[in-house]
T-cell receptor, first 113, second 116 residues
Framework: TQLLEQSPQFLSIQEGENLTVYCNSS?????LQWYRQEPGEGPVLLVT?????EVKKLKRLTFQFGDARKDSSLHITAAQPGDTGLYLC?????????????FGSGTRLLVRP | GAVVSQHPSRVICKSGTSVKIECRSL??????MFWYRQFPKQSLMLMAT?????????EQGVEKDKFLINHASLTLSTLTVTSAHPEDSSFYIC????????????FGPGTRLTVL
């Protein structure tokens, strides 16, 4: 079972459309990160949200952390083909020697031109 | 940002052989390195956490005798897949964390392992 469930698993949309990806858990995380990964490469950090209810914007991407720090969402406005990739949320657990990232199940996005 | 490299980027080996993958932090000292495995169309699964100079901590279900991890210096960690079998074929990704970048992991580009 996946500790962090993402939905949808796969999304194929037309260029210019808006979309939202959800990341849900029954556990509380100290913070949550969003990554984008392209085929054959490592994931690249997009944002870290720390405070419950926090909203962060990165150009056309809007990230929100749930009030209870158990869930998060990523909204993309006017999607472009360059947004195509695997989007991963990851929750931070522990600190110092016990620190680890728990990755979500992933959402594969395809933006068609 | 900090840079993490992996070598090799892809490797093909015969069943039963051992393969070593290197993970290097190029411009910072990595006190902690993580090893992940990613199967096709799936997410990253943490295999183990290694701190410089101490034994790695393995996640539940990961065989420590099969996946040997060595973190001998602050810039290098190695993962050796011993007696590899086709089911070990996967994308292996490392990440590194240093005191200068509190709680931010920098990921390597990954190593594609194919066991024939």
């Amino acid at each position: 079972t996946q500790l962090l469930e993402q939905s949808p698993q796969f999304l194929s949309i037309q260029e210019g459309e808006n979309l939202t990806v959800y990341c849900n858990s029954s556990s509380v995380f100290s913070s949550l990160q969003w990554y984008r990964q392209e085929p054959g490469e490592g994931p690249v950090l997009l944002v870290t949200v720390v405070t419950g209810g926090e909203v962060k914007k990165l150009k056309r991407l809007t990230f929100q952390f749930g009030d209870a720090r158990k869930d998060s969402s990523l909204h993309i406005t006017a999607a472009q083909p360059g947004d195509t990739g695997l989007y991963l949320c990851a929750g931070e657990r522990g600190k110092d020697s016990s620190y680890k990232l728990i990755f979500g199940s992933g959402t594969r996005l395809l933006v068609r031109p | 940002g900090a840079v993490v490299s992996q070598h090799p980027s892809r490797v093909i080996c015969k069943s039963g052989t051992s393969v070593k993958i290197e993970c290097r932090s190029l411009d910072f000292q990595a006190t902690t390195m993580f090893w992940y495995r990613q199967f096709p169309k799936q997410s990253l699964m943490l295999m183990a956490t290694s701190n410089e100079g101490s034994k790695a901590t393995y996640e539940q279900g990961v065989e420590k005798d099969k996946f040997l991890i060595n973190h001998a210096s602050l810039t290098l960690s190695t993962l050796t897949v011993t007696s590899a079998h086709p089911e070990d074929s996967s994308f292996y990704i490392c990440s590194a964390m240093g005191e200068a970048f509190y709680n931010e992991q920098f990921f390597g580009p990954g190593t594609r392992l194919t066991v024939l």
